[in-house]
């Protein structure tokens, strides 16, 4: 079962738009959210990350929005570009057993057109 | 600066058949993980390690083994490869699993 549920499973956007993709958790023992970005024949790649003591971090121009209550967090990609078409993963972790351990999300497929 | 390397890069498998796949870091992290990737299903935890001689299962243990004699080496082996194990896995390592993730180039295994 996924701990994660991630949207949506692909997006199309226009360049110069704003894409967003967004989570959805469950266990509230998540302490640590990042995001990869995965490139057609690479490992993926952290992006950007946030912990739940902040409602907002942006780099540049990708920006994650985190709401606590709601249990949902989401990446926004500002003035998006055809370089910016990968598969990113929304991703948690927590600790369980005396370790830390993550879980992904299921990924999204973003292409920018130009 | 290599990073997490991953070999081989591409196998095929012949069902029943056995192999380890390779992964090896030089970032001393502490820290080492494999997933699978399949289509729609994400990256899926197999096995991860929290230091020399430490591992333990993740989501999706069954069919494989891990071993973690040194910092830098974690291998993973395929007891008897099955169809349902054609994937694409990712080594990972990371100084604690509270922070960034360095990911290997993946090793893409068709099992037939």
């Known amino acids: 079962q996924q701990q994660v549920k991630q949207s949506p499973q692909s997006l199309i956007v226009q360049k110069g738009g704003i894409s967003i993709i967004n989570c959805a958790y469950e266990?509230?023992?998540?302490?640590?959210f990042p995001w990869y970005q995965q490139f057609p024949g690479k490992g993926p790649a952290l992006l950007i990350a946030?912990?739940?003591?902040?409602s907002e971090k942006k780099e540049g121009r990708f920006t994650i929005s985190f709401n606590k209550s709601a249990k949902q967090f989401s990446l926004h990609i500002m003035d998006s570009q055809p370089g910016d078409s990968a598969t990113y993963f929304c991703?948690?972790?927590?600790?369980?057993?005396?370790?830390?351990?993550?879980?992904f999300g299921t990924g999204t497929k973003l292409q920018v057109i130009p | 600066n290599a990073g997490v390397t991953q070999t081989p890069k591409f196998q095929v498998l012949k069902t029943g058949q056995s192999m380890t796949l390779q992964c090896a870091q030089d970032?001393?992290?502490?820290?080492m993980s494999w997933y699978r990737q399949d289509p729609g299903m994400g990256l899926r935890l197999i096995h991860y390690?929290?230091?020399?001689?430490?591992?333990d299962q993740g989501e999706v243990p069954n069919g494989y083994n891990v071993s973690r004699s040194t910092t830098e080496d974690f291998p993973l082996r395929l007891l008897s490869a099955a169809p349902s194990q054609t994937s694409v896995y990712f080594c990972?390592?990371?100084?604690?699993?509270?922070?960034?993730?360095?990911f290997g180039q993946g090793t893409r295994l068709t099992v037939v």
């Open positions: 946030i912990r739940p003591d902040v």
């Open positions: 266990n509230t023992a998540f302490d640590y």
């Open positions: 990972a390592s990371s100084a604690d699993m509270n922070t960034e993730a360095f």
């Open positions: 970032m001393n992290h502490e820290y």
């Open positions: 991703a948690a972790s927590w600790v369980s057993g005396g370790y830390q351990k993550v879980t």
């Open positions: 390690s929290v230091g020399a001689g430490i591992t």
